[in-house]
């Protein structure tokens, strides 16, 4: 069975500073994974996505992630963090058995940015 | 650029009454989903929907729930009696049918007082 692990319910950093999400992830199966975006009262955005390409993958706003096997991570990187950063971030791996392809949710890590 | 779309954004109910909250999914896509974000927790898979019929639906997902796409854009979740624990905000996605990525709705925030 799938499953995400988020290992930072909160991560706090300063504008202009590294950002690291960290992430591992349990599958039976190739895993597709994914980082979403939830701004204060907004929707869920789609940040990057690895599907079996290559393992760093870029996604919006500066953002990329590492798929790393042997780890069993995907970990969330930003080398500069701005204040329009602040939000909470959900690692997310997909059940790809069959076509469903539901996603299965981490419990999501809060990023505060400090001025 | 074409995106999922769900109304009520707000919705407050009374415990027991039926509720129903609608989603317009991107109109090329095939795969339909609904989750659910309990306040202060993960995001919950409740349903897939595919040709017309449900593929998969989580434990959660009850005989109090349901689902439908009444015509060629809608797709429906239906909670017959409502219950204080409904409380969440539910989320529409949908997917294409070689596509990896769900594109998700705003949201519906369903209250049950």
């Known amino acids: 069975a799938q499953s995400v692990t988020q290992l930072d319910s909160h991560v706090s950093v300063s504008e202009g500073t590294p950002v690291l999400l960290r992430c591992n992830y349990s599958?039976?199966?190739?895993?597709?994974l994914f980082w979403y975006v939830q701004h204060p009262n907004k929707g869920l955005q789609l940040l990057l996505k690895?599907?079996?390409?290559a393992t760093l993958v870029k996604g919006i706003n500066g953002f990329e992630a590492e798929f790393k096997k042997s780890e069993t991570s995907f970990h969330l990187t930003k080398p500069s963090a701005h204040m329009s950063d602040a939000a909470e971030y959900f690692c997310?791996?997909?059940?790809?058995?069959?076509?469903?392809?539901?996603?299965?949710w981490g419990l999501g890590t809060s990023l505060a940015v400090n001025p | 650029e074409p995106e999922v779309t769900q109304t009520p954004s707000h919705q407050v109910t009374q415990m027991g009454q039926e509720v129903i909250l609608r989603c317009v999914p991107i109109?090329?896509?095939?795969?339909f989903y609904w989750y659910r974000q309990i306040l202060g927790q993960k995001v919950e898979f409740l349903v897939s929907?595919?040709?017309?019929?449900?593929?998969?639906k989580s434990e959660i997902f009850d005989d109090q729930f349901s689902v439908e796409r009444p015509d060629g854009s809608n797709f429906t979740l239906k909670i017959r009696s409502t219950k204080l624990e409904d409380s969440a905000m539910y989320f529409c996605?949908?997917?294409?049918?070689?596509?990896?990525?769900?594109?998700f709705g705003p949201g519906t925030r369903l209250t049950v007082t």
């Open positions: 996605a949908s997917r294409q049918d070689r596509g990896h990525e769900q594109y």
């Open positions: 690895y599907t079996s390409a």
């Open positions: 929907f595919y040709n017309n019929e449900i593929s998969e």
């Open positions: 109109s090329n896509h095939l795969y």
């Open positions: 599958s039976s199966y190739s895993p597709s």
């Open positions: 997310v791996v997909s059940d790809n058995a069959g076509n469903n392809r539901k996603l299965i």
